[in-house]
């Protein structure tokens, strides 16, 4: 079996020619071989530093604090206190912090906590 499947995947790839190594069958292979990764990121788009809360609230305290730009990994979402009319908040990975949607642009969807 594992002759055929050789043969049929050469047959295919000389079938195919360049469209293989770059077209919708690489797209293809490659979503399908690339590792996810654990955490989503996100993307602090505040002008200001950003305030890592201990619980999902603005009057919680401060665990650290993020600079503008900064790239952080989101652990999982939440809704909690309302930020400008955003009530969902991210908990970091790794500091056991939260940070208000509102300030974090996330990359990737981010699972309920």
Known sequence: MNRFVLVCTMATGLALGPVAATGWA??????????RAA???GEVVSDAPLNVRQRPTVYSGTVKVLRPGQRVLLNCQQRGGWVDGNPLWYRL???????????????QPVRAC
Do not use: E, I, K
Not at 94 to 107: E, L
């Open 26 to 35: 690489a797209q293809q292979h490659a979503a399908v071989s690339a590792p």
């Open 39 to 41: 955490h989503p990121v």
């Open 93 to 107: 990975q790794g500091s056991h912090g939260w940070v208000s949607a509102r300030f974090v642009h996330n990359h």
